[in-house]
């Protein structure tokens, strides 16, 4: 047996104190789900007295779970998110089937702080939003008001306040929600339950696993009769390679349950995510864990392997954000973006900047997306003693509550920790000290994982793996400098990996030519420095002088995506971000309070970007024109004008208005659109393009748009329109135009207008998207936006700095 040091027994015993009780729900048909028969009210209540007062201080509106406050506000234009308290309350009938049984409530995630009530009694307070966690019920169930004839009192308090002393900082670019926005659940329990269970993997390539089954219990009562004890392993085709079974005394702390050897195990891999499957019955008290086996390796300045060969890491971040729900996105809508961030061809996701919930890391395992995770130590300095030892116990609660899962590869221990305007300060050496204290809690609780973090430079050499601020042709240098920058970075630290690159793009905004406005950006230094990331001040950048068209964007995605394709040493890296996501830093944007840097809508409407990432990284044979949303190009009559589209097919023939401009081979060096792009004039009005891809076996995909060429110069803008373009019993769809004195459309324009309506109907907005707010830029000098139509006349108006305004009856 191997003797611990001091500072490895220090280190283990921090990590274990750290946990908190009942991380996890016992999976037994006894768990109710909490979804329905809620009532909320968005206000400061003086406690639970008034939230079950027969004199509501307001009238409480019914709300189903998950379900966040800011799910309307969170991007409005005009006023900040709410930050405060939400009350919800619900009555829960109970009835524990299990003799001496201890009921528990499960909370899967509560923004950002919560206080949990039974009747007037607190049965639990928590901080932090992202992490789950369990109350024992049982006591205060007995006590009086607790309960009235129809069941529990059962009240939640929810608390996005700012607050110095919690993860997040506020100085996050993204929005701290409130809400329960994760399902809550009542679980009956026997007298002793399983609290969590870990399988523990060592494997190597040709050569049998090993596997170790460990669980801790939950018993409060402390009992000592002996219980029936079973566990079975199946694989992934659901055959048993493994079973126990015995009677044992309850324990305390962490039991090793078994130890085994799988000869033949089959490993999971993004192309194969073989999944096993752990059942542990204890008593009356069941859980259920899947597993993978593979293992991993980082080379020194060198790539990573996975299962002992190479694999290029390559894919994108997320946010728990959607139009519409903010952060309580429905399962389905969460299934759909998973699934379409496979279908993009993404092995890899960061998942920012906090713990996710289980469907995410469920579907990770299923789909085979590898995964770095990270603790919500964002933006924040060291701040107070409170604050730190929050951050503690967030790694060491989601490591804990997480580390079964096979996709996850990387425990990320913070982000931008470097951040001009972090509390107290910058302090290059308070905040390395305290990333080394949490290097050593990740190790202590899993050793066989390796620890990131990114843009802390002072502190890179800390963590095993470091992502250095790269954002070339965006906040910093121009993108043909990428690969310049991560040689200059790569011998720097011993494992690089890039986190965070990419451009904002104003869905449906087009560009002729993207780099008019940015000839005098200084190639060199690419990273984000100071405040790069405002509208104003400081060097030209694209980020300020560019015009955060889909064409730029996806050009940069281009270069960047055939770098990386080029590099044999490079470990990976990662686009920011998949979705567009709101931010209250932002309100200048051409959606306020939007980051655009997604390659899909925050209602994930696919965006030209997301078929330059599918032509390079999905195995589906697919071809893409660009300019699904560009309904009208421009130029002058005859003008040669390029055509761009992107496959993964070696070869791709193109059709103008039924007439072929020839066959192009792939070459993913030939940039822009791996050399499968044709210039040609167009016919004034009216076009028609076509493209014919074939693979290497000979199979066919096809793409087709149409659009129409424009020859008549604009003028100065003059004059708005707004007319209906499509009409239902449910929906009103307006566009509005910006044409000049002759009634010419300015296709560059990009004029921020407003949208108003008078009457009894109602603006579809704060969706977060370019069709979605009442507050807008123009793409190409047009909008859209839709209504919820009265049974009475309305008036819709749109208006802009300068310009009359224009108005339309529905």
Partial sequence: MTSLSRRQFLELATAAALLPPSLARAQTSSVHTLDSGWEFLRMPLAGPFEVWSNQPLAPWTPVTLPHCFNDYDGCDPDVPAYRGRGWYRITVPVANPHPNGRTLLHIEGAGQSSEVYLGPHLAGRHIGGYDEYVLDLTELLAQPGAMNKDGALLSILCDNSPDLDRMPSDLSDFTLYGGLYRSVHLVYVPSVSIEQLHVHV????????????????????????????????????????????????????????????????????????????????????????????????????????????????????????????AAATPAGILRKEMHMIRDMGANFIRLAHYQQQRLVLDLCD??????????????????????????????????????????????????????????????????????????????????????????????????????????????????????????????????LLHAEWGADNHAGRHAEDPYKTITVIKEGDTAERGLAYMAQGGEARVSRDGDWSESYACDL???????????????????????????????????????????????????????????????????????????????????????????????????????????????????????????????????????????????????????????????????????????????????????????ILCLEARNRIRYTLSGEGKLIDNLGTATGSRVVELTNGRSRISIIPAKTQSTAAVSAEGLPTAFCLI
């Fill in 202 to 325: 060592e494997a190597g390539k040709g050569a049998p696993a090993s596997v170790k089954v460990e669980a801790r219990l939950h018993n409060p009562t402390t009992a000592t009769t002996a219980l029936p004890l079973s566990l079975t392993i199946k694989d992934p085709k659901g055959k048993t390679v493994h079973t126990v079974s015995r009677s044992q005394m309850p324990w305390t702390g962490t039991e090793t349950l078994t130890t085994f050897v799988l000869p033949n195990p089959r490993l999971w891999h993004p192309k194969t995510p073989a999944l096993y499957t752990c059942t542990f019955t204890l008593g009356d008290s069941i859980q259920i864990q899947r597993f993978g086996i593979r293992f991993c390796e980082f080379q020194q300045d060198g790539p990573f392997l996975l299962n002992g060969e190479r694999l290029l890491l390559q894919g994108t971040h997320r946010h728990e954000d959607h139009a519409g729900y």
């Fill in 366 to 495: 299923e789909l085979g997306i590898l995964v770095w995770e990270e603790v919500s130590w964002c933006r924040g300095g060291v701040g107070s003693e409170a604050f730190q030892h929050q951050g503690k116990e967030k790694l060491a609660t989601m490591i804990d509550q997480h580390r079964n899962h096979p996709s996850i590869i990387l425990w990320g221990l913070g982000n931008e920790d470097d951040w001009e305007g972090e509390y107290p300060s910058v302090d290059m050496v308070a905040i390395p000290a305290y990333l080394q204290q949490l290097q050593d809690i990740a190790h202590a609780l899993d050793p066989s994982r390796k620890t990131v973090i990114r843009r802390c430079d002072f502190a890179r050499t800390i963590p095993d793996v470091y992502s250095p601020s790269i954002w070339a042709g965006w906040y910093g240098g121009r993108f043909v400098d990428y690969e310049s920058s991560l040689d200059k970075q790569r011998p720097r630290v011993k494992h």
């Fill in 557 to 743: 995605f281009d270069w960047h995506l055939k770098t990386q394709h080029s590099l044999p040493w490079l470990t990976g890296a990662l686009q920011w971000c998949f979705k567009d996501f709101t931010t209250p830093l932002r309100p200048e944007n051409p959606v306020p309070r939007i980051n655009q840097k997604g390659i899909v809508e925050r209602d994930l409407t696919p965006k030209e970007g997301y078929y330059v990432f599918q032509s390079y990284l999905a195995e589906k044979p697919m071809a893409h024109i660009y300019g699904h949303t560009w309904p009208v190009r421009w130029g002058r009559p005859n003008e040669p004008r390029t055509v761009k589209v992107y496959s993964n097919c070696p070869v791709a023939e193109l059709f103008l208005n039924g007439k072929s401009l020839g066959i192009r081979k792939r070459d993913i060096q030939n940039f822009p659109a791996a050399g499968l792009r044709w210039d040609t004039p167009f016919l004034a009005g009216e076009n028609h393009l076509k493209v014919v891809a074939t693979t290497a076996t000979h199979e066919r995909v096809e793409d087709e748009i149409a659009f129409i060429y424009q020859t008549e110069p604009w003028g100065t803008p003059a004059r708005l329109t707004l007319e209906v373009m499509e009409r239902s019993p449910t929906r009103v769809t307006l566009e509005a135009k910006l044409l000049d004195a002759s009634g």
